[in-house]
């Protein structure tokens, strides 16, 4: 049976490599999509922590945040969580919160709130037609900025500064860690590494490979439909002939989105297996 959301994401013509992965890619993100499964779904309460929401000043209005740190403290290193397409949902509001008993300020801002709000879309073509595809690189690098600047001035410690991303928020991971001088460390959770380029999206993690300036971690699944192995190992291979400090984690049987508990396609030992090194990067860099 055809699904009908993966057939729409692929173009009619397919020229190149580049343009094969980014079809791919798209599809990829419809595949993982299944229905939520609050039997796995992780509750990290908030007490003994400072956590809600905030909107800084930014571009084009006012951008909301979601945040979450140690109650009382000041001087926190500061972790940048950034969505998957489906936005500033409870999951990563979650991951903010567990990030926070670490001891950490996490950050995870809504960066599409200028083009509509993912959450209210239930097909996963019309969110990345309809707002995904008129989100520019620029434009999120400079929101995080923002929110950088921001949470030095809410108790966070700027110059100790981290990023983690999820599926779409994986490639902007590596996006930023070419992109601010100033990032200490970085964890890509299945980001895609290459694509077509688009004059939104001019460059992909292959491309900048150059300009990365800080260590970054990278969980992918050997299953992921969206992102092949091929990938990740010429990513590796790229950043390694360049003197780059980068890890990269495939897991045999995950697939895209394992780290999603509140969905099927999660894996709780990769996941927590993920977690962990998370964990240690950030202790090892930040």
């Known amino acids: 049976m055809k699904n009908p959301d993966f057939d729409s994401l692929l173009p009619r013509t397919v020229t190149n490599r580049r343009e094969f992965l980014a079809a791919a890619g798209a599809a990829g993100f419809a595949l993982a999509v299944q229905p939520v499964s609050a039997q796995t779904m992780i509750t990290t309460d908030a007490a003994g922590l400072t956590a809600g929401s905030a909107t800084i000043e930014v571009d084009g209005g006012a951008l909301p945040v979601y945040h979450a740190a140690p109650e009382g403290k000041s001087d926190l290193p500061v ?72 949470a030095g001035k809410h108790g966070g410690d700027a110059t100790r500064l981290a990023i983690t991303g999820f599926c779409w928020g994986g490639r902007v991971t590596w996006l930023y860690a070419a992109h601010n001088p100033a990032l200490k460390a970085g964890v890509a959770w299945y980001g895609r590494i290459d694509g077509a380029p688009s004059p939104l ?74 977690w962990k090194r998370l964990v240690a990067w950030f202790g090892k860099y930040v």
């Open 201 to 274: 999206n001019p460059k992909q993690p292959i491309d900048v490979v150059a300009d990365i300036k800080a260590p970054v971690l990278g969980l992918y699944g050997a299953k992921d439909q969206g992102i092949p192995v091929s990938d990740v190992e010429m990513l590796r291979e790229a950043l390694k002939k360049d003197g780059k400090t980068a890890e990269f984690v495939i897991y045999p049987e995950a697939g895209h989105a394992f780290h999603a508990d509140y969905r099927p396609s999660y894996r709780k030992a990769e996941a927590e297996d993920g």
């Open 79 to 150: 972790v940048l969580v950034v969505q998957e397409i489906f936005g500033v949902h409870e999951h990563i509001r979650d991951v903010c919160r567990r990030l926070a008993r670490l001891g950490y300020l996490a950050v995870a801002p809504e960066l599409y709130f200028r083009y509509g709000d993912p959450q209210k879309i239930d097909n996963v073509g019309a969110i990345l037609s309809d707002i995904v595809a008129k989100v520019p690189d620029a434009q999120v690098m400079s929101d995080l900025d923002a929110c950088v600047a921001w």
